[in-house]
């Protein structure tokens, strides 16, 4: 059973304008979300996150936004360049009692963003 | 700064074999873990560890063994390749027990093929 769930695939955008990237969650322990971006070929880069206490984190072109009660979250991208082209996964993770968080991934949404 | 190495970065490998994936980051992180990267599916931890002498299992660790003697090494070990372990590792490290306000710091990634 997917608990983080990336239901788009693949999402095109042309330059300059804005990209959504969304995710949803089962579980209603998750308190920490996190995004990665990745290139082909690297490593997953982290990118922005935000905790449940907020429903927006600000970084730049990146904003993350929560909504609890629907379990969801979304990634804005503003705007949109040609270097934006990643696959980009969610991350989410329950407070750990034992200190360690344990982040359950998404599958990915690949975006590419056109010239 | 190399922050987190991979080697190798591509390996083949015959049903029954055995081998070690190295993983080793210079940034005197606490954390370190492997995951693995199927289509379909997110990133799924295979194995932790919080600290030299401590690891633990993660969602799908059968097959793989670890050990962390120092701070700097995390390898993964594949006692007999099956070609169910087929699949692109990423090795991961953070500061702390993988805090959720910097996320991780990941190497390039393992492609592991098994015939």
């Known amino acids: 059973d997917q608990q983080v769930k990336q239901n788009s695939p693949s999402l095109s955008v042309q330059e300059g304008r804005i990209s959504i990237l969304n995710c949803d969650y089962t579980n209603s322990m998750f308190d920490y979300f996190l995004w990665y971006k990745k290139y082909p070929a690297e490593g997953p880069t982290f990118l922005i996150s935000i905790s449940s206490i907020k429903d927006k984190n600000e970084d730049g072109r990146f904003t993350v936004f929560l909504n609890k009660s629907a379990k969801h979250l979304s990634l804005h991208i503003v705007p949109s360049q040609p270097g934006d082209s990643a696959v980009y996964f969610c991350?989410?993770?329950?407070?750990?009692?034992?200190?360690?968080?344990?982040?359950?991934f998404g599958t990915g949404t690949r975006l590419k963003v056109l010239a | 700064n190399a922050g987190v190495t991979q080697t190798p970065k591509f390996q083949v490998l015959k049903t029954g074999q055995s081998m070690t994936l190295q993983c080793a980051q210079d940034m005197n992180h606490e954390y370190m873990s492997w995951y693995r990267q199927d289509p379909g599916m997110g990133l799924r931890l295979i194995h932790y560890?919080?600290?030299?002498?401590?690891?633990d299992q993660g969602e799908v660790p059968n097959g793989y063994n670890v050990s962390r003697s120092t701070t700097e090494d995390f390898p993964l070990r594949l006692l007999s390749a099956a070609p169910s372990q087929t699949s692109v590792y990423f090795c991961?490290?953070?500061?702390?027990?993988?805090?959720?306000?910097?996320?991780?710091?990941f190497g390039s990634g393992t492609r592991l093929t098994v015939v």
């Open positions: 560890s919080v600290g030299a002498g401590i690891t």
């Open positions: 991961a490290s953070s500061y702390g027990g993988g805090g959720w306000r910097h996320g991780y710091t």
């Open positions: 991350a989410a993770s329950a407070h750990p009692s034992s200190g360690t968080y344990k982040y359950i």
